[in-house]
């Protein structure tokens, strides 16, 4: 399809799409002559892909490169491929480790993986992004008052599991390695905030289930 | 206990409980003097909350005020009071009703509610922040050209009904009301990030555990 096309069937501006390609978050079309080339369904569905981190998932142009530049180097692990997006997104400031509430839930949260079992999450807390918000989020409830102790978030962590496992097998349904990868850079930018949407929502049902509305 | 007292436990400066206590987000002291008020337990805990709020959960002043003034009238019911943090939250803006992926969005997560037979949910669809975020996150996944249907929803909202369980069971855990709704503010606001951070960490166990860090 030529560049009105693929504008048409995107919604996205031909000035947008010609930013894009400048930019180098979408692969250059197949030049026919010095003014027209031809785009295919992986452009299509690349700036499908991009449009969502850019415009829904507000992550900044070169940040989504990085994310791209991982996801089609096929040389690194599917695990770290799969978890481009994730340590992409913006991050929480990281702890700081002489504060005497960040070493308490350090030791909280190394508690739970234990607990849990989660050998592979446990090798992965050096670097990973998701171990360095649980540990701040656990320090801020300890700094006002409140443990959040292993025992308490263990039931969470056990649903929280299950819906990744969820997550792992919608993905995997999809047919080829480059849709599979693109559902899960989707899943991390819009499926949270639909996931905090359904909490939410099963909050309201189960308070009004307990307590009614008089 | 004296102002020096409430800061020295609280953690928070003097002169940030004055600003509070002008701004009525702390009730005044107990006045023995012309310029000494006694402070109790109960502004110790009001005092965590409104820090939570401010510093942690970036609610705005004006908001926390209106957040607390619902939670301290006892004239509404406890749906009401127990959904005020819920509502106080930053939101997403009023979907496009004219917009076809909004229209489609809407009748998916009607569909679901059906299903999951939420009926309490269902009756707060006109005022609930939660119904409206899970539309425009629907929305958001059809315009690119996702469906993310009521069938491939309800596995999830289903896993998000038993972490609300979960919320209230701990909820109802504190003796007193006051502490009751205390705590659901600050699930609302610290929570939210320790389940997010749970759910990463449990994508990052599943997918080496899937594929291994090859």
Redesign the interface.
Known sequence: MRLAELSERS?VSTATIKYYLREGLLPAGRQINATTAEYDEEHLRRL??V??MIQ?GRVPVAKVRDVLGHVDDDSL????R??AA?WALPQ?PEPDEDDEYVQAAHLEVDKL?DQLG?E??K??ITI????R??V???A??R????T?GAE??A???E??????????D?MEAYPSEAERIEFAI?GVI?N???????????????????????
Chains 1, 2 share one sequence.
């Open positions: 919604g499908r892909l449009r969502a829904v692990p599917r695990t770290i799969l978890g994730l929480v993986l989660w592979n999450a090798q992965l990973s992004p998701a171990y918000s649980l701040v989020a656990v801020a409830f700094r006002i008052g409140y959040f308490l978030l039931p969470y962590a649903l929280m599991y299950r819906t990744a496992v969820l997550d792992l919608n989707l819009l949270e905030p639909v996931k905090q949407a359904l909490h939410r929502l099963a909050q309201e049902e189960e308070t009004a289930r307990r307590y009614g509305f008089e």
